[in-house]
């Protein structure tokens, strides 16, 4: 299994309360996203990495941010949650020389509820 | 709209039984991948087909890329209760440069 890991694994927090979630791998891939998953619509790109420093915005991007200082480390930032963030939060890596056809491997998952 | 809309949405089978999950959109994609989520965990990669018409399969399920490359599908032989989980199609879609979909999601369920 890739190395990737996912902090904190379960938080329940307040509307308007700030909110980081941290994704860390030990593959040294360069890729590494930010997916939410809500039923009925399967897994949704909110952020990606393509190196460090260098993001860019995926589907779902309004209300996160993200910041990566290091290879390693990926951090998915709730300014002032809302409860339609309510969600399962998953980390995924490539090593991606072909965002189409690169295989992601995924973290086990961030259980995130906003009351 | 999702723009990889997957059907159908749940599925609840007898062990043994065929089955085949659909996905589609109006969208041209160089390829598509399909993923297997088992509950509490992330999506495990099954396989990815690039090339429309293709066919691809892997043990008892069998994956087929439309010639438009538009819809995919996947087709499972004699079910087992080891089926069971979400089925995930993705890609990237020619016209958006490097913005990666999933679909909707089917949820197997293989009942012994």
């Known amino acids: 299994d890739a190395g990737i890991t996912q902090s904190p694994r379960h938080k329940v927090t307040e509307t308007g309360t700030p909110v980081t979630l941290r994704c860390h791998q030990t593959?040294?891939?360069?890729?590494m996203y930010w997916y939410r998953q809500d039923p009925g619509h399967g897994l949704r790109l909110i952020h990606y990495?393509?190196?460090?420093?260098?993001?860019d915005k995926g589907e779902v991007s309004d209300g996160y941010s993200v910041s990566r200082s290091k290879t390693e480390d990926f951090l998915l930032t709730l300014e002032s949650a809302t409860s339609s963030q309510t969600s399962v939060y998953f980390c995924?890596?490539?090593?991606?020389?072909?965002?189409?056809?690169?295989?992601?491997?995924f973290g086990p998952g961030t259980r995130l509820t906003v009351l | 709209t999702q723009l990889l809309e997957q059907s159908p949405q749940f599925l609840s089978i007898q062990e043994g039984e065929n089955l085949t999950v659909y996905c589609n959109s109006s969208?041209?994609?160089?390829?598509l991948q399909w993923y297997r989520q088992e509950p509490g965990e992330g999506p495990v990669l099954l396989v990815t087909?690039?090339?429309?018409?293709e066919v691809k399969k892997l043990k008892r399920l069998t994956f087929q890329f439309g010639d438009a490359r538009k819809d995919s599908s996947l087709h499972i032989t004699a079910a087992q209760p080891g089926d069971t989980g979400l089925y995930l199609c993705a890609g990237v879609p020619l016209n958006t440069g490097n913005q990666f979909y999933f679909g909707t999601g089917t949820s197997l369920t293989v009942i012994p």
């Open positions: 087909v690039v090339t429309g018409g």
């Open positions: 990495s393509y190196g460090v420093k260098d993001t």
């Open positions: 593959e040294n891939h360069r890729y």
């Open positions: 995924a890596i490539s090593e991606s020389t072909s965002l189409s056809t690169d295989t992601q491997y």
């Open positions: 969208s041209v994609f160089s390829s």
